[in-house]
């Protein structure tokens, strides 16, 4: 767990993620990449979904 502070507001984070070196976050999402992780694929897709313009309607 680790908490900050912004402003007026607490976050806490529960993950074990927050506890990685960014080396070890980078392992760790690779290997749930190739294991097919649904809930990361569902991540990475609402992520591009963001920066990915739609083909507009006829």
Request: proline share 7%; hydrophobic share 35%; net charge positive.
């Amino acid at each position: 767990m680790k908490e900050f502070k912004y402003g007026n507001t607490t976050v806490i984070i529960h993950s074990p993620l927050v506890l990685m070196s960014a080396d070890e976050r980078k392992e760790w999402f690779q290997k749930e990449w190739e294991k097919g992780n649904p809930v990361l694929k569902q991540i990475a897709k609402a992520v591009m979904d963001c920066y990915v313009p739609k083909e507009p309607s006829s």
